[in-house]
């Protein structure tokens, strides 16, 4: 993963396993008012929310998403954004890991006190339009029993 896709796209402060002279510099997050604990996902649970990273390397990836941006990775992210299933009863398209919409991409996510999500709206086969609409990263995690226990 380092040489495939975070070396190519300058993602120079995204990791699984974050380094011991970079602990120091994670946020912290929260569930509801409470302080959340860091924790790292192990092995292949790692892929489901284990990757950690930054804005400016959230931006880095998102530019290629949205074609905005020439990579190495252009065949992988046609492959993520290429319908590979429907929600049959709302007709949903999805990708692998984003919402397919009529003219944008979209995927949330969250973990132990953080949430992400992303608009994007991809340029067309001649370079025209191409636009980030939205980056939301928050450092809390709200849920329903939390609103009500927190």
């Avoid at 120079?12 to 912290?28: A, C, G």
């Avoid at 604990?37 to 649970?45: E, G, K, P, S, T």
Wanted: hydrophobic share 35%; glycine share 10%.
């Amino acid at each position: 993963m380092q040489d495939k896709i975070l070396n190519p796209l300058n993602m120079d402060n995204t990791y699984f396993s974050v380094p011991q002279d970079k602990i120091d510099t994670l946020s912290e997050g929260y569930i509801g008012n409470l302080p959340s604990i860091h924790w790292f996902l192990q092995d292949f649970y790692q892929l489901a929310g284990g990757l950690i990273s930054c804005a400016k390397d959230m931006m880095n990836f998102l530019q290629v998403f949205a074609h905005l941006k020439e990579s190495p990775l252009t065949e992988g992210i046609a492959l993520v954004q290429k319908q590979h299933f429907q929600d049959i009863n709302s007709g949903e398209s999805i990708g692998l890991g984003v919402g397919i919409y009529e003219d944008y991409y979209m995927h949330t996510g969250g973990t132990n006190g953080f949430s992400s999500t992303f608009i994007v709206k991809p340029a067309d086969d001649k370079g025209n339009g191409g636009e980030i609409s939205l980056v939301l990263l928050t450092l809390l995690l709200t849920s329903r029993i939390c609103q009500q226990n927190c």
